[in-house]
């Protein structure tokens, strides 16, 4: 069936005339599931889907959370929303999902081209939202992980599973392979990923061209002697699930011994849970890369993550960020700030999906026939993807 490419706007009280289009600048919002509430669709302000989900145009989503404000605080006003619906829109508001038009991605496409081209030292910092359209969901998205556990606590529901995934079927997406391009042309010098799904090394970024802070799910290392493997597999649980350690409930170890000869150690996985340390070494190349920066692509990141997060602001000044995400970020006032030397602002706030962000940069940094050819490789690539994932 094909995907639907213009929708109605969710809000009852739209005036606007156009629909919103796939194309177009909109918000697209989920909340508790009416039937959860008891809201009745004669009672709302929004067509609300089955799921609590809705499309608005931007503007008529700043008016509803104005006046879901206002009802909030009984304040008198026209066509004040039922407390039910109140607390629909603010819980929809803790993760909506801003859309910027074709036309303005376009227009930022072309001022981070040149600010790529004009970089001497650009690193990328990279988070879930680089693989959400390689299969793996987000954590603080409209449907995210974090977001469906949150809401199940509120409704009394258990989070409805959506099915699970194998990180060795997951094949890297166009942003994973246009920041490959990038450092292969000398643009991009370095990649800081909170990912741990081993799709920026399975592109093609080299070892020592990456610091994954988070770890890696198909590196192991051994706890006594430090060697460390890259399998072709994800590393977790080879030989059935390890007993968790007493204190924490958790166990690095997954069923594999050293290789190396003379050692007895144990293997262990590189993820980072929360409570662990990031790996020193690990760490210290991220900072060493961040302090040279001057320019940082944030791509699929809330930027919410501590210290990870910190490391974007390490560079020379000013601070040139380039934000593409679809929700605001603590760091977003930076993008803004102006250009003293330049004129105009010192960095691009992009809200959307990499995707389509880096496609639009790949047509303005790469001659036409270039860009062809390299696109049209993908089918090549991916053939090679997926005899590096052959166990």
Not at 280 to 286: R, Y
Not at 350 to 379: K, N, S, T
Request: proline residues 3%; aromatic residues 6%.
């Amino acid at each position: 069936m094909a995907e639907k490419t213009s929708y109605l706007c969710s809000y009852k009280k739209c005036n606007k005339k156009e629909a919103i289009t796939r194309g177009g600048c909109r918000v697209e919002i989920k909340s508790f599931e009416p039937a959860q509430t008891g809201l009745k669709d004669k009672d709302a302000l929004v067509k609300w889907g089955d799921a609590g989900d809705a499309i608005l145009h931007e503007e008529c989503w700043r008016s509803l959370v104005t006046q879901s404000k206002a009802a909030a605080s009984h304040s008198s006003t026209p066509n004040t929303m039922t407390q039910t619906e109140v607390a629909m829109v603010t819980e929809a508001k803790k993760t909506a999902e801003y859309f910027d038009s074709e036309e303005k991605v376009k227009s930022e496409a072309k001022r981070v081209a040149h600010m790529l081209r004009g970089s001497s030292h650009c690193i990328a910092f990279t988070g879930a939202g680089i693989s959400t359209s390689a299969g793996i969901g987000d954590f603080r998205g409209k449907s995210g992980k974090w977001t469906e556990m949150d809401r199940a606590k509120v409704t009394g529901k258990g989070a409805k599973s959506k099915g699970g995934f194998r990180y060795s079927d997951l094949r890297p997406t166009y942003t994973h392979e246009a920041l490959v391009k990038l450092m292969k042309m000398g643009i991009l010098k370095y990649v800081i990923s909170q990912n741990t799904d081993g799709l920026h090394r399975l592109s093609g970024i080299p070892r020592d061209g990456i610091s994954e802070l988070h770890g890696n799910a198909f590196h192991e290392k051994c706890e006594d002697c430090g060697t460390r493997y890259e399998r072709p597999s994800a590393s977790r649980l080879a030989g059935g699930v390890p007993k968790a350690c007493e204190q924490c409930r958790i166990n690095h170890r997954t069923g594999r011994m050293c290789e190396r000869k003379g050692c007895q150690g144990y293997l262990m996985n590189t993820i980072i849970n929360f409570g662990d340390n990031l790996e020193s070494h690990v760490l210290s190349k991220a900072v060493e890369h961040a302090e040279k920066n001057d320019l940082v692509l944030c791509l699929g990141t809330t930027l919410m993550v501590s210290p990870a997060n910190s490391l974007v602001e390490m560079g020379k000044k000013p601070v040139r960020l380039v934000i593409c995400n679809r929700q605001p970020t603590p760091m977003d006032a930076l993008c803004y700030e102006p250009d003293v030397a330049n004129g105009g602002q010192v960095g691009s706030r992009v809200f959307g999906d990499c995707d389509h962000l880096m496609r639009e940069v790949m047509r303005c940094i790469l001659p036409q026939d270039a860009l062809q050819e390299w696109e049209d490789g993908r089918e090549d690539r991916m053939e090679e993807y997926n005899k590096q994932r052959e166990c």
